[in-house]
C-alpha cells in the first residue's frame, strides 16, 4: 500500500510513509471489508460515511505538517484510522464524531490497535471545534461542507495548518477542494490542492448549506 499507493505518488514525508506502515489499516474497517483495507479506495464503515482512501489519509495528513508533540484536532474521528496515523506520528489528538455508534466503534478500534494514549474524543457537532482545548497546531476534517466554518479557523495557532475539503456533494454536477490555510500574524493563507470527494459535513454546516 505505502510502496505503489502512496510513495509511489506525491507523498515523501519519511516519518509519515513510516506511521502508515505501522498502524493496521485493517483494524478500522468491518470484518466483511478486510480483504479491501489496503486498497486506494474508499470503504463504507457504517452510518452513511466511508473511511478515506489510504493515499487522501496519506496526503492529508502530509499537508497538515505534524510534528510530534503538536495538538491536532481532527473533525469527524470516523472508524478511528486517521486519528491512528496522528497518534503515531506523536501527535495528542482531539476527535469530534457526530454520529455516536462510529464515536463508540473508533475508540474500541483504537483501544484494540494500541492507540488510546494521548486521545481525547468527544461525540458532538465539529463544526464549533474544541474551544476548551484550542489553539490547536493543525486542524484536519473528514467531510466537507460547503463553506469553512469559522470556529475552525478562529482555533488554529499561528502557524497552523487547517486541511479541509470544501464544496457541494459528490456527482457530476457537483465539485469540492481540498484546501490548507495556514494561520499567521496578518491572517489566513489559502491553497488548493486538488479535487476530492467526500461525505458532506452533517450538524450546523449542513443545515446552513439548506438555508
Known amino acids: 500500500m505505502v ?19 505501522s498502524v493496521p489499516r485493517h483494524l478500522f474497517v468491518s ?9 486506494d479506495r474508499p470503504l463504507s464503515i457504517g452510518e452513511g460515511q ?3 482512501q489510504p493515499y487522501i489519509v496519506a ?13 491536532v484536532l481532527e473533525v469527524g474521528t470516523g472508524s478511528g484510522y486517521q ?7 506523536g501527535a495528542t489528538v482531539y476527535s469530534i464524531e457526530i454520529v455516536d455508534k462510529l464515536a463508540v466503534r473508533a ?15 468527544r461525540t458532538g457537532d465539529g463544526y464549533h471545534g474544541w474551544s476548551e482545548a484550542a489553539p490547536f497546531d493543525a486542524i484536519i476534517v473528514t ?21 479541509i475539503p470544501v464544496g457541494g456533494a459528490a456527482g457530476p454536477f457537483r465539485h469540492q477542494q481540498l484546501l490548507v490555510f495556514t494561520k499567521t500574524e496578518k491572517g489566513l493563507a489559502r491553497e488548493a ?6 461525505v458532506p459535513m452533517t450538524g450546523i454546516a449542513q443545515k446552513n448549506d439548506n438555508n
Not at 193 to 198: K, P, Q
Request: proline share 3%; no cysteine.
Open 31 to 39: 470484518e466483511r471489508s478486510r480483504a479491501d483495507a489496503y486498497r
Open 193 to 198: 490542492v486538488l479535487a476530492v470527494a467526500f
Open 143 to 163: 467531510a466537507a461542507p460547503e463553506v469553512v466554518p469559522q470556529p475552525l479557523k478562529d482555533q488554529l495557532a499561528i502557524g497552523g495548518r487547517l486541511v
Open 59 to 71: 496526503k492529508m495528513t502530509e499537508l497538515a505538517r505534524i510534528a510530534e508533540g503538536e495538538k
Open 83 to 89: 486519528a491512528a496515523v496522528l497518534l503515531e506520528l
Open 107 to 121: 475508540q474500541s478500534n483504537l483501544r484494540s490497535a494500541g492507540y488510546d494514549k494521548n486521545f481525547h474524543a
Open 3 to 21: 510502496d505503489v499507493q502512496i510513495r509511489g505518488r506525491d507523498v515523501r514525508d519519511t516519518k509519515l510513509l513510516q506511521a502508515l506502515r
Open 50 to 52: 466511508t473511511i478515506s
